[in-house]
């Protein structure tokens, strides 16, 4: 079972739709409720949204800065990869809030792409569940520890 009290304390942010939660935390291939919606692509659906969203906050607050394109892309790549997603869902302890599909199982340790893919998901949930608020969005990312506080 989800704790997902842990993971809306860890993104400060309270779902009005547990269901998007869940599905958030679910690995790619896991056969659940959402095999009727979406085949058995587990997260893999709000992953691709919250992929999409998470440059777009990152790049939203590169713009004011005035720094060039090349910066952008080379600090994009840093913040977006599946390296750091995965290191901010361990370090978070998310990874142990993951339901893993039957191939997984037993998990010694969550797969990058898996871990990855779930950070996404989480921001593609908010944004369905907060009705497309970009700045819960931007306040997830951050409590999510993919991308520093500047505020």
């Known amino acids: 079972m989800v704790n ?19 599905e958030a935390l679910e690995a790619a291939g896991r056969a659940n409720y959402t095999e009727t919606i979406s085949g058995m ?12 969203l998470l440059q ?55 797969p990058k792409t898996t871990a990855a893919s779930t950070m996404e998901a989480l921001l593609g949930a908010v944004w369905l569940d907060s009705n497309k608020d970009f700045e819960q969005v931007k306040k997830a990312a951050v409590n999510l520890e993919i991308l520093e506080d500047i505020s």
Request: charged fraction near 30%; include cysteine; charge should be negative.
């Open 4 to 22: 997902q009290v842990k993971i809306q304390s860890l993104m400060e942010y309270k779902f009005n739709n547990d269901s998007l939660l869940t």
């Open 41 to 52: 692509d587990g997260n893999k659906r709000l992953a691709l949204l919250g992929d999409a």
């Open 56 to 110: 777009l906050v990152y790049l939203d607050r590169w713009y004011p800065s005035g720094r060039d394109r090349e910066y952008a892309s080379d600090e994009l790549q840093k913040f977006t990869c599946n390296k750091n997603l995965q290191k901010c869902a361990e370090e978070l302890t998310i990874t142990s809030e993951i339901l893993p599909n039957a191939a997984q199982q037993p998990l010694e340790r969550v």
